[in-house]
């Protein structure tokens, strides 16, 4: 059983900055890639950032030079540091891990960005 637990998100006034957090824990051998998402009320769910095991990054290009994907020192853990927020990144954010046994999904956390 694999478990992501997500910390982070809260109410930012636009221009401010938030660090998600996101640990995976269980039986876990490895990990090809580890990101985030978000959904936002009325939207589909997407792609916000990925990290790859080799280090790689991807952005979705809204976020590029604001956001920043990052693996932690601690095995399986992520973190995402969001800056310059804006009131359309307001969304919940999952975080996703794609595991040589499977892919998970973190249960969400919600950022909230006022104008």
């Known amino acids: 059983q694999v478990q992501l637990v997500e910390s982070g998100g809260g109410s930012v006034q636009a221009g401010g900055s938030l660090r998600l957090s996101c640990a995976a824990s269980g039986v876990i051998f490895s990990i090809a890639t580890m990101g985030w998402y978000r959904q936002a009320p009325g939207k589909q769910r997407e792609l916000v950032a990925v990290?790859?095991?080799?280090?790689?990054?991807t952005y979705e290009d809204s976020v590029k030079g604001r956001f920043t994907i990052s693996r932690g020192d601690a095995k399986f853990t992520v973190y995402l540091q969001m800056n310059s927020l804006k009131p359309e990144d307001t969304a919940v954010y999952y975080c996703?891990?794609?595991?040589?046994?499977?892919?998970?999904w973190g249960q969400g956390t919600q950022v909230t960005v006022s104008s």
């Open positions: 996703r891990v794609v595991a040589s046994i499977g892919t998970y």
């Open positions: 990290i790859t095991a080799g280090g790689s990054t």
